[in-house]
C-alpha cells in the first residue's frame, strides 16, 4: 500500500473514534457549516467544475455522463440545502433500540453506534461527495471518499467546504476525507479494507463499478448490482389501478433502480386486461416486448428474446408476459429479478398477503408502484443507496441503516454461577 | 466445482425456500421429533462415534481434542435436550420489527424473514452438529454443515436423526445437510459460496479455523477470531466486588471467549487493590503476568512481556497492568482488545457510563463479570457464536440474529408523483 492511503486510513480511524462521540448539535452546527461554505464558495467549485468538464470535453463520453458531471448555481444550491436537511434529521446514534432485565438484575441495552470508517466509491457525480459526506457524518462515521477522475477537481472544491464545516464546529477535517490520486490502485486498496481501517464500502455507480466492487471487496458492502423490479397483474387487480401503476412504475423515471422492467399478467384476465394496459404504456411511449400471448394482444408488442426477463433497461422499454396465476409470478420473480423491489395489484386480500410473504425481495408492494423503492418515500431522509444484499441493511439506506450497536450491561456485582 | 457440492447447494436452496413459509408448529414438530430420534438411535450414535474416536486414537491428537469428539450417553441427551430447548424458543420468523404509516396512507412495515442457507465449519464436536442444526432450522434457515473429518462417522449418525425428524414432521431433508467429504477442498467451495447458494458462514472453533474462514469467505461470515476480553478496577470500586468479579471473570471457566485476559488496574488504588487482587487469583491457582509496578506489588508476580497484552490464553494465566485511570484503560483496550467482551467496576456512575459509551466492543459491562458474554446469558436461549464483526449480528449470534428482514408496503393504488 501507498503510505498515502496507509495515512488516510489510519486518519480516518482517529477521526470516527472521536466523531461517535460528538454530540447531535456538533454533528448538525458541521452540516450547516458545510452548507454555507458551499454557498460561499459557488464561483470555486463552478470554476473547479469547468476545469473537469474542460478536460472531459477532450475526451469521447456520454453526455449523459457529462451532465451529471456538470454543475451550475442551483446544482450547487441543491448540495447545500441537502445538507441542511441531513442536520434536519433524527440523531440515529445513541438510540436505545432494545432494553430487558435479566432475572439476576442485570440490565442489558442494545444501543445504535456508528459502524466506524464507510469508503464510498462513486462515479463523477459531484453531489455524491456532499450527500455522502453528509451522510456518513450524521451517523457517526467517518468517510473515505473516492470519487470518478473525471470529477476530481470538483471533487475537491467541495470536500475542502466540507472539511472548513468540520472544522467550524471542532470536529476533525479528517472525518470526511478524499482519496485524491487518480490512481485506479487505490480503489483496489479502499476494497482490501486499507488495512482494517474500513468497515464498509458503499458503491454509487452503474453496474459495472458496483460489480467490481462486489467481486472485489474483502470488507462488507452495501450495494445492488441491478433493480430488475417486476409488477404482477393478478386476476383479481382493478383495471384500472394496474394501468396507472403499471404506468408510473415503469414510466415515471426510467433510469431508476425502482423502475419495473417486467410486467407479468395473469391469464385468467389476459383477454380483458393485456390489450388495455399495453395500450397505456405505448401511448406513453413505451417500447414493449412480449412472449406470444402479449404479441398476440397487440401488434405493436415485439418478440422478447430468452435475455429480456433478465434486462434492466433502465429506458422506456419493458418486457412483459402472461403467467398462470400469483404462483407463477412469483416463480418467475424468484428466476429473474434481483430481489430488489416487486409489486403485486391484486383485490384479493389473501393473494396478496401470500406475495408479501413469499417474494424473497427487499421491498414488496401491494397496489403500489415500485417507484416508492427510496429513502426519502420512507420516510429515511436522504439514502445513500438500495441494498439487496441480505445481511444489516436491506433495501433503502439512510443513516439508520449506517449505524450498528452494542451491548451495554449494567450490574451491581454480578459474577455468574 | 465438484458435481456433488453444487447439487448439495441447489437442494439446500430449494429446502431454504419451503422453509421460509414453514409454520412454528412445523419446525418445533420437527425438532422435538429430531430429538426423539437422537434418543431412539443413541446406540447407532455411539457406535459411530466409537469408529471415530479409534481411527483418531492412530494420530498424534490433543486430548482435549479427543475429549470434546467422545460422545457417551448423558452426552447424546444433552444433544436432544438442546433440540428439545431450540424448539421452546420464540420463533423469530415473521415478526414485525417496525410498522409505519405514510402521508400518502402506504403501510410500510419491516418484517423479519430468513436469511436463506447457512454454511457451519466446524471442528469434531458432534453436538456443534445437532445444535447448528437446530438453531438453523428453528430460524427457517437451511443449513449446510461441515465439520471436522475426525468425527464424520459420529457427524453422518447424527445428521441421519435430524433429517428423519425433518421427514417426520413433512419438512424437506434437504434442510439440514451435511458435507459428506472429507476432502478439504470442500471448504474452500463453501467459503466462495457454493456458486451464491451460501449466504452466510458461521465458524465453530479455533483460531486456525476461524482465520481461514475470514480470510478466504466471500460471503458474509458471523465469528470472532478471538476473546481478548478486560477488566478494568477503576479508583472507585469497591474491593470487594472487584475481587469477585476479576476471580470469576478469570478462573470461572477459563477455555470460553468470554473470560479475562487482561486485568487493567487504577494506579489512585494500586496500593490498597493490587496486592488483594493479586492473591485472591494466585490463591485460585492463576499465573498472573504483570508489568512493573503489579511485580512490585508481590513477588508471585511474573513479567509481562510486550505479547502478553495480545495474548488469548484460555487458561489458568491472567496479564495484569496498572494504568493512569479509565482513560488510559480506554486507550489499552483500543490497542490490544479484541472487541469482544469488556467490563469497568466502580462505584462512580459518570465514570462507568464513559465507559460503557466510548468502549467500541460487542459486549462492554459495568459491575458484571466478562463471563456473561454468551446468549444463554443474555436469555437469547441457544447461541451458535459470539461475533465481533461490526454489521448485522454483534455479540451472542441466536436465533433473532439468524433472520434478516424485508420490507413489505401495502397501498390503495398509491402511485408516486
Redesign the interface.
Known sequence: MTTEMNTLGLRARAAA?AL??ASTDQKNAALRAMAQHIRAEATTILTANAKDLAAAASKDLKSSFVDRLTLNPSRIEAMATGLEDIAGLKDPVGRVMEK?A?PNG?E?SRIA?P??VIGIIYESRPNVTADAGGLCLKSGNAAILRGGSDGIETSKAIITCLQAGLDDAGLSPDAIQMVATSDRAAVGEMLQGLNGTI??IVPRGGKNLVARVQAEARV?VFSHLEGLCHVYVDKDA?LD?AK??V???KM?RTGVCGSAETILIDQAIANTALEPIIRTLIDAGCEIRGDAATQSADKAVKPAAEEDWSTEYLDAIVSMRVVNGVEEAMTHI?KYGSQHTDSIITANAAT?EKF???V??????????T??ADGG???FGAEIGIAT????A??PVGVEQLT?????????????P
Chains 1, 2 share one sequence.
Open positions: 473514534k461517535a462521540q430487558w435479566r442485570m442489558i453506534v459502524v466506524g468497515d464498509l462488507p382493478d389501478m396507472a401503476i404506468l408510473n412504475a415515471r424468484a396478496a408479501l410473504r413469499e424473497d425481495s427487499a421491498i414488496v408492494l401491494h397496489n403500489a408502484s417507484q416508492f418515500e420512507f420516510g444484499g441480505k445481511l444489516h436491506r433495501g450498528t450497536f452494542k451491548y451495554q450491561i449494567r450490574g451491581t456485582g454480578q459474577i455468574r
